[in-house]
Protein backbone atom coordinates (compact mmCIF):
# COMPACT_ATOMS: atom_id res chain seq x y z
CA UNK A 1 0.00 0.00 0.00
CA UNK A 2 1.34 3.10 -1.10
CA UNK A 3 0.85 6.69 1.24
CA UNK A 4 0.87 9.85 -0.50
CA UNK A 5 3.03 12.17 1.37
CA UNK A 6 1.58 16.12 1.88
CA UNK A 7 4.26 18.17 0.88
CA UNK A 8 5.50 18.89 -3.00
CA UNK A 9 8.11 17.95 -4.45
CA UNK A 10 10.58 19.91 -6.08
CA UNK A 11 12.92 18.82 -8.95
CA UNK A 12 16.28 17.53 -7.19
CA UNK A 13 19.45 19.19 -7.43
CA UNK A 14 21.44 15.70 -9.06
CA UNK A 15 18.68 16.82 -12.03
CA UNK A 16 20.04 20.11 -12.54
CA UNK A 17 23.82 18.34 -12.10
CA UNK A 18 22.90 16.29 -14.67
CA UNK A 19 21.87 18.44 -17.10
CA UNK A 20 24.52 19.77 -17.06
CA UNK A 21 26.72 16.87 -17.34
CA UNK A 22 24.26 15.82 -20.32
CA UNK A 23 25.33 18.90 -22.14
CA UNK A 24 28.80 18.54 -21.21
CA UNK A 25 28.82 14.80 -23.00
CA UNK A 26 27.01 16.23 -25.83
CA UNK A 27 29.77 18.42 -26.60
CA UNK A 28 32.43 15.98 -26.01
CA UNK A 29 30.23 13.11 -28.64
CA UNK A 30 30.32 15.47 -31.62
CA UNK A 31 33.84 16.85 -30.98
CA UNK A 32 33.42 20.56 -29.96
CA UNK A 33 36.96 21.63 -30.38
CA UNK A 34 38.88 25.08 -30.15
CA UNK A 35 39.03 26.79 -33.84
CA UNK A 36 42.37 28.06 -33.10
CA UNK A 37 44.11 31.39 -32.44
CA UNK A 38 44.91 34.28 -35.14
CA UNK A 39 47.00 34.60 -37.70
CA UNK A 40 49.61 37.41 -38.74
CA UNK A 41 48.46 40.48 -37.22
CA UNK A 42 44.82 41.60 -38.41
CA UNK A 43 42.87 41.37 -35.42
CA UNK A 44 39.34 40.72 -37.83
CA UNK A 45 40.73 37.27 -37.30
CA UNK A 46 40.62 36.94 -33.88
CA UNK A 47 37.17 38.65 -33.83
CA UNK A 48 36.24 36.15 -35.79
CA UNK A 49 37.25 32.62 -34.22
CA UNK A 50 36.23 34.02 -30.96
CA UNK A 51 33.00 34.21 -32.56
CA UNK A 52 33.00 30.77 -34.09
CA UNK A 53 34.63 29.17 -30.79
CA UNK A 54 31.34 31.30 -28.75
CA UNK A 55 28.78 30.16 -31.20
CA UNK A 56 29.84 26.34 -31.75
CA UNK A 57 28.34 25.10 -28.31
CA UNK A 58 24.99 27.26 -29.24
CA UNK A 59 24.67 25.41 -32.62
CA UNK A 60 25.25 21.74 -30.85
CA UNK A 61 22.43 22.44 -28.42
CA UNK A 62 20.18 23.80 -31.47
CA UNK A 63 21.39 20.31 -33.33
CA UNK A 64 20.23 17.97 -29.97
CA UNK A 65 17.17 19.88 -29.70
CA UNK A 66 16.15 19.02 -33.30
CA UNK A 67 17.22 15.79 -33.04
CA UNK A 68 15.24 14.94 -30.22
CA UNK A 69 12.33 16.55 -31.21
CA UNK A 70 12.07 14.35 -34.47
CA UNK A 71 12.68 10.84 -32.58
CA UNK A 72 9.97 12.01 -30.68
CA UNK A 73 7.36 12.50 -33.64
CA UNK A 74 8.32 9.78 -35.29
CA UNK A 75 7.96 7.76 -32.17
CA UNK A 76 4.41 8.92 -31.98
CA UNK A 77 4.16 8.30 -35.51
CA UNK A 78 5.21 4.81 -35.52
CA UNK A 79 2.67 4.37 -32.06
CA UNK A 80 -0.31 4.38 -33.30
CA UNK A 81 0.04 1.47 -36.23
CA UNK A 82 1.94 -0.34 -34.20
CA UNK A 83 -0.82 -0.28 -31.60
CA UNK A 84 -3.49 -1.28 -34.15
CA UNK A 85 -1.51 -4.21 -35.02
CA UNK A 86 -0.85 -5.31 -31.77
CA UNK A 87 -4.90 -5.49 -31.26
CA UNK A 88 -5.49 -7.16 -34.23
CA UNK A 89 -3.10 -10.35 -33.29
CA UNK A 90 -4.70 -10.22 -30.02
CA UNK A 91 -7.83 -10.74 -31.69
CA UNK A 92 -6.78 -13.48 -34.04
CA UNK A 93 -4.59 -15.11 -30.49
CA UNK A 94 -7.79 -14.85 -28.50
CA UNK A 95 -9.70 -16.73 -31.01
CA UNK A 96 -12.53 -13.91 -31.46
CA UNK A 97 -12.07 -14.58 -35.65
CA UNK A 98 -12.17 -18.26 -35.69
CA UNK A 99 -10.34 -21.44 -34.59
CA UNK A 100 -6.24 -20.72 -35.39
CA UNK A 101 -4.17 -23.92 -36.58
CA UNK A 102 -1.00 -24.46 -34.69
CA UNK A 103 0.99 -23.37 -37.18
CA UNK A 104 -0.45 -20.37 -37.26
CA UNK A 105 -0.84 -19.89 -33.44
CA UNK A 106 3.02 -19.96 -34.17
CA UNK A 107 3.13 -17.14 -36.26
CA UNK A 108 0.79 -14.94 -34.74
CA UNK A 109 2.37 -15.75 -31.17
CA UNK A 110 6.14 -14.35 -33.06
CA UNK A 111 4.24 -11.43 -34.42
CA UNK A 112 3.06 -10.57 -31.16
CA UNK A 113 6.25 -10.97 -29.00
CA UNK A 114 8.12 -8.50 -31.57
CA UNK A 115 5.81 -6.24 -31.96
CA UNK A 116 6.14 -5.88 -28.16
CA UNK A 117 9.68 -5.26 -28.70
CA UNK A 118 9.04 -2.36 -30.66
CA UNK A 119 6.19 -0.57 -28.36
CA UNK A 120 9.06 -1.06 -25.89
CA UNK A 121 11.91 0.59 -27.87
CA UNK A 122 9.52 3.27 -28.75
CA UNK A 123 8.62 3.86 -25.47
CA UNK A 124 12.04 4.10 -24.75
CA UNK A 125 13.09 6.66 -26.80
CA UNK A 126 9.81 8.58 -25.62
CA UNK A 127 10.84 8.64 -22.72
CA UNK A 128 14.41 9.47 -23.39
CA UNK A 129 12.84 12.62 -25.55
CA UNK A 130 10.93 13.53 -22.39
CA UNK A 131 14.05 13.14 -20.06
CA UNK A 132 16.09 15.18 -22.06
CA UNK A 133 13.56 18.15 -22.18
CA UNK A 134 12.73 17.27 -18.07
CA UNK A 135 9.20 17.14 -18.92
CA UNK A 136 8.28 13.95 -17.42
CA UNK A 137 6.49 14.21 -14.08
CA UNK A 138 7.50 12.02 -11.27
CA UNK A 139 4.13 10.93 -8.80
CA UNK A 140 6.95 10.86 -5.06
CA UNK A 141 4.98 9.22 -2.41
CA UNK A 142 6.30 7.31 0.54
CA UNK A 143 6.12 3.02 -0.34
CA UNK A 144 7.95 0.09 0.80
CA UNK A 145 10.85 -0.82 -1.45
CA UNK A 146 10.87 -4.57 -0.65
CA UNK A 147 7.12 -4.41 -1.76
CA UNK A 148 7.88 -2.56 -5.41
CA UNK A 149 11.40 -5.11 -5.84
CA UNK A 150 8.60 -7.78 -4.95
CA UNK A 151 6.35 -6.93 -7.62
CA UNK A 152 8.93 -6.80 -10.31
CA UNK A 153 10.68 -9.78 -9.33
CA UNK A 154 7.48 -11.70 -9.93
CA UNK A 155 7.11 -10.60 -12.89
CA UNK A 156 9.74 -11.21 -14.29
CA UNK A 157 9.31 -15.05 -12.37
CA UNK A 158 6.33 -15.30 -14.37
CA UNK A 159 8.19 -15.35 -17.63
CA UNK A 160 10.03 -17.96 -16.24
CA UNK A 161 13.87 -15.71 -15.01
CA UNK A 162 15.13 -17.93 -11.94
CA UNK A 163 15.32 -15.27 -9.04
CA UNK A 164 15.76 -15.19 -5.40
CA UNK A 165 14.93 -12.56 -3.33
CA UNK A 166 15.70 -11.77 0.04
CA UNK A 167 15.53 -8.73 2.96
CA UNK A 168 17.93 -8.11 5.07
CA UNK A 169 16.79 -5.49 7.72
CA UNK A 170 13.11 -5.14 9.53
CA UNK A 171 10.47 -4.59 7.16
CA UNK A 172 9.74 -0.87 8.85
CA UNK A 173 12.81 0.40 7.20
CA UNK A 174 12.78 -0.53 3.78
CA UNK A 175 10.16 2.24 3.22
CA UNK A 176 11.60 5.23 0.97
CA UNK A 177 10.21 8.00 -0.71
CA UNK A 178 9.75 6.75 -4.47
CA UNK A 179 8.02 7.14 -7.68
CA UNK A 180 6.79 3.16 -7.12
CA UNK A 181 5.95 2.54 -10.71
CA UNK A 182 9.12 4.48 -12.04
CA UNK A 183 11.41 2.42 -9.40
CA UNK A 184 9.62 -0.84 -10.31
CA UNK A 185 10.32 -0.29 -13.82
CA UNK A 186 13.91 0.34 -12.91
CA UNK A 187 14.22 -2.85 -11.16
CA UNK A 188 12.65 -4.62 -13.92
CA UNK A 189 15.46 -2.88 -16.62
CA UNK A 190 17.89 -4.10 -14.08
CA UNK A 191 16.61 -8.11 -14.42
CA UNK A 192 15.87 -7.62 -17.85
CA UNK A 193 19.31 -6.66 -18.11
CA UNK A 194 20.71 -10.23 -16.36
CA UNK A 195 18.48 -12.15 -18.15
CA UNK A 196 19.81 -10.66 -21.55
CA UNK A 197 23.76 -10.61 -21.01
CA UNK A 198 24.11 -13.31 -18.60
CA UNK A 199 21.37 -15.85 -18.66
CA UNK A 200 21.99 -16.18 -14.89
CA UNK A 201 19.74 -16.75 -11.70
CA UNK A 202 19.77 -13.03 -10.58
CA UNK A 203 19.47 -12.36 -6.59
CA UNK A 204 18.06 -9.45 -5.55
CA UNK A 205 18.81 -7.95 -1.99
CA UNK A 206 16.71 -5.57 -0.46
CA UNK A 207 18.65 -4.06 2.90
CA UNK A 208 19.21 -0.60 4.84
CA UNK A 209 22.58 1.28 4.64
CA UNK A 210 22.37 4.81 6.41
CA UNK A 211 19.84 6.76 5.98
CA UNK A 212 18.95 4.83 2.32
CA UNK A 213 17.57 2.09 1.19
CA UNK A 214 19.51 -0.25 -0.91
CA UNK A 215 18.28 -2.88 -3.93
CA UNK A 216 21.00 -5.06 -5.40
CA UNK A 217 20.79 -7.01 -8.70
CA UNK A 218 23.03 -8.84 -9.12
CA UNK A 219 24.31 -12.15 -11.56
CA UNK A 220 27.08 -14.31 -11.26
CA UNK A 221 27.31 -14.03 -15.18
CA UNK A 222 30.63 -13.30 -17.21
CA UNK A 223 30.75 -9.36 -16.31
CA UNK A 224 31.61 -6.62 -17.42
CA UNK A 225 35.04 -5.42 -18.80
CA UNK A 226 36.49 -2.90 -16.40
CA UNK A 227 37.22 -0.60 -19.43
CA UNK A 228 33.89 -0.60 -20.82
CA UNK A 229 32.22 0.27 -17.41
CA UNK A 230 32.54 3.87 -17.94
CA UNK A 231 30.21 4.02 -20.54
CA UNK A 232 27.40 1.78 -19.51
CA UNK A 233 25.21 4.05 -18.56
CA UNK A 234 25.62 6.03 -21.94
CA UNK A 235 22.74 6.25 -24.58
CA UNK A 236 22.45 3.74 -27.37
CA UNK A 237 25.92 1.64 -25.58
CA UNK A 238 25.73 -1.55 -25.65
CA UNK A 239 27.79 -4.94 -24.80
CA UNK A 240 28.52 -7.75 -26.84
CA UNK A 241 27.07 -10.71 -24.88
CA UNK A 242 30.20 -13.21 -26.42
CA UNK A 243 29.92 -14.97 -30.06
CA UNK A 244 26.00 -15.94 -31.22
CA UNK A 245 24.25 -13.87 -28.33
CA UNK A 246 22.05 -11.43 -29.98
CA UNK A 247 21.27 -8.55 -27.81
CA UNK A 248 17.67 -6.57 -28.70
CA UNK A 249 17.15 -3.18 -27.70
CA UNK A 250 18.35 0.01 -28.55
CA UNK A 251 20.62 0.36 -25.72
CA UNK A 252 18.73 3.17 -23.52
CA UNK A 253 17.30 0.99 -20.31
CA UNK A 254 20.68 1.09 -18.31
CA UNK A 255 20.66 5.46 -19.39
CA UNK A 256 16.86 5.40 -18.75
CA UNK A 257 17.17 3.42 -14.98
CA UNK A 258 19.76 6.00 -14.23
CA UNK A 259 17.83 9.28 -14.95
CA UNK A 260 15.01 7.65 -13.59
CA UNK A 261 16.45 7.33 -10.01
CA UNK A 262 18.43 10.40 -10.27
CA UNK A 263 15.58 12.36 -10.47
CA UNK A 264 14.28 10.82 -7.53
CA UNK A 265 17.52 12.26 -5.62
CA UNK A 266 18.86 8.97 -5.09
CA UNK A 267 21.94 6.94 -6.97
CA UNK A 268 22.45 3.96 -9.28
CA UNK A 269 25.98 2.21 -9.52
CA UNK A 270 27.61 -1.18 -10.66
CA UNK A 271 30.62 -3.05 -9.30
CA UNK A 272 31.44 -5.86 -12.33
CA UNK A 273 34.54 -7.49 -12.75
CA UNK A 274 35.09 -9.93 -15.82
CA UNK A 275 34.56 -13.41 -14.80
CA UNK A 276 33.15 -12.57 -11.43
CA UNK A 277 29.57 -11.17 -12.38
CA UNK A 278 27.84 -7.66 -11.96
CA UNK A 279 25.73 -6.19 -8.71
CA UNK A 280 23.59 -3.06 -9.85
CA UNK A 281 22.79 -1.15 -6.63
CA UNK A 282 19.54 0.98 -6.41
CA UNK A 283 20.03 3.73 -3.03
CA UNK A 284 17.25 5.90 -2.17
CA UNK A 285 16.11 7.94 0.66
CA UNK A 286 14.78 6.37 3.71
CA UNK A 287 12.13 7.65 5.41
CA UNK A 288 12.00 5.60 8.66
CA UNK A 289 14.85 5.71 11.08
Known sequence: MYRRRPRPVNRPASDRTHRAASKSAR???YGRRDLGKPHGDDPSSGILLSTLNQLEPELLDQAEAERSEIVAKLSHE????LTAIQESVDILLDGLAGPLQPRQLEFLTLARRNVSRLKK???????LS???K???PLRM????????????????????????????????????????ERTRQVVLRL?????????????????????????????????????????IFEAFSQLSTGPGRKVGGAGLGLTLAKHFIERQGGRLWLQSRPGDGTRFFVALKATAS
Do not use: Y
Open 191 to 231: LENVAVHSGCEARVRVSRAGDEVVVEVADAGPGIPEDKIAS
Open 27 to 29: LGR
Open 78 to 81: FRTP
Open 141 to 180: VEADLWTIARLAVEARQALGQPITLERTCEPRLTAALVDP
Open 130 to 132: SLQ
Open 121 to 127: LIDDLLD
Open 134 to 136: GSI
